[in-house]
């Protein structure tokens, strides 16, 4: 039995000046072909405030809801006159991981006479197709092509925004190119390009950017510091699970708390469970609370695999299981939590009075054209 056609409805919301149903989103999932044609002809119709927000809005949706598919939608943005649509519509599509994207986002990236944002968008669009292309799943020409071109952006794109979507997006690149365009990036005095390398560096599988990242985890600029913790969780360094425990410290910036979370549950090991639990019994916050049993479910998969692994590794060695090594670690037993428990008052929160400081174990010191399936 064929399902009616939700575009009838959706036309007269559009084109309605009341607000636009929130509970109508959902229905532009899955358009079928005929429906794309109708909707491709309706869209310069529709007022531009609202294919703006429809975009953000279809994008929040499909973050939440993995199995929406907005694909006809965004596509249908790439075509729009205006900048925060076609970006809207980029964004839309980038965790749509169609091949036949590749060749619509590379001409957006080449096209100087459209707008930074737009190349920009194109460039940090293609980095999930690097990584297919990296993966196998790609032919090797592909992947080929979508290098070249982002190594042209980021050498003669005279945008440094599009620059360095580019740099990002050749993270997952094993070009031998690369790895020197992060050095230079890393040592950039403009903050910005820092993040664009540590970004980058989060998306390599290398190890060699460990002191590089292990050195901005501090960093004065928190953008900057953000990155460095996103990455040193990616790249699973133990060296960073001391400083990344510190920074559960309710003292600290919530938004470092929650990359800090991530990060140790991603990285795993000593005292991290037991620093997540701790977390769980003293926190308010609906939004923590979620965030930690997330990264409870994230920690126990890596800490089953690290095992599963150590236990390979001896087995193929002939030789016995030990404990992880932490022998490198300065603090291979986690936090003191007596000393955590001083900075907290009897009901489990922290203390207003400044002098108690000093007392905290957790103090931090100092982004259309078709082609045949077959190419692909």
């Not at 080449?110 to 190349?119: G, L």
């Not at 999930?128 to 070249?148: C, H, K, N, S, T």
């Not at 969780?233 to 990359?259: I, M, Q, T, V, W």
């Not at 609906?286 to 049993?293: F, G, H, T, V």
Request: with cysteine; charged share 35%.
């Amino acid at each position: 039995m064929q399902t009616a056609s939700p575009m009838p409805e959706l036309t007269n919301a559009l084109l309605d000046a009341k607000a636009f149903p929130a509970k109508l989103l959902y229905q532009f999932s899955d358009l079928t072909a005929e429906d794309q044609r109708e909707l491709a002809k309706l869209w310069p119709r529709i007022p531009l405030e609202r294919r703006r927000n429809l975009l953000k809005d279809l994008t929040e949706l499909a973050d939440s809801d993995n199995l929406m598919d907005f694909t006809a939608v965004g596509r249908t943005a790439l075509n729009d006159e205006d900048t925060d649509v076609v970006c809207g519509g980029i964004d839309l599509l980038f965790s749509a991981e169609d091949k036949k994207l590749i060749p619509v986002f590379l001409k957006l990236l080449k096209d100087r006479e459209r707008s930074e944002f737009i190349r920009a968008s194109a460039a940090n669009a293609l980095g999930p197709y690097v990584f297919l292309g990296e993966m196998e799943e790609l032919r090797p020409e592909i992947l080929q092509e979508m290098e070249e071109d982002l190594l042209n952006a980021y050498t003669q794109d005279p945008s440094g925004l599009v620059q360095r979507r580019a740099l990002e997006s050749l993270g997952y690149s094993s070009r031998e190119e690369v790895p020197a365009l992060l050095r230079k990036a890393i040592d950039h005095p403009t903050p910005q390009w820092v993040e664009s390398a540590l970004f980058a560096m989060a998306k390599s599988a290398d190890e060699q950017w460990e002191a590089d990242v292990m050195e901005h985890l501090d960093d004065p600029n928190q953008d900057v510091r953000l990155q460095a913790i996103l990455a040193a969780g990616s790249l699973n360094l133990s060296k960073a699970r001391k400083p990344l425990l510190k920074l559960l410290s309710p003292k600290e910036d919530n938004d470092l708390r929650k990359e800090a979370i991530w990060a140790l549950s991603q990285i795993g090991g000593e005292g991290v469970m037991e620093a997540f639990l701790r977390l769980q019994e003293r926190s308010q916050d609906d939004e923590e609370l979620n965030l930690l049993e997330e990264a409870l479910d994230t920690l126990n998969f890596t800490n089953d695999s690290g095992l599963y692994e150590l236990m390979d590794y001896n087995a193929e060695e002939g030789g016995h299981m030990h404990a992880e090594d932490d022998s490198e670690d300065e603090d291979p037993e986690g936090p003191d939590y007596d000393e955590w428990e001083e900075y907290l008052d009897e009901d489990g929160e922290p203390r207003d009075d400044e002098e108690d400081e000093e007392a905290a174990y957790f103090d931090n010191e100092d982004l259309e054209d078709d082609f045949a399936e077959d190419e692909f």
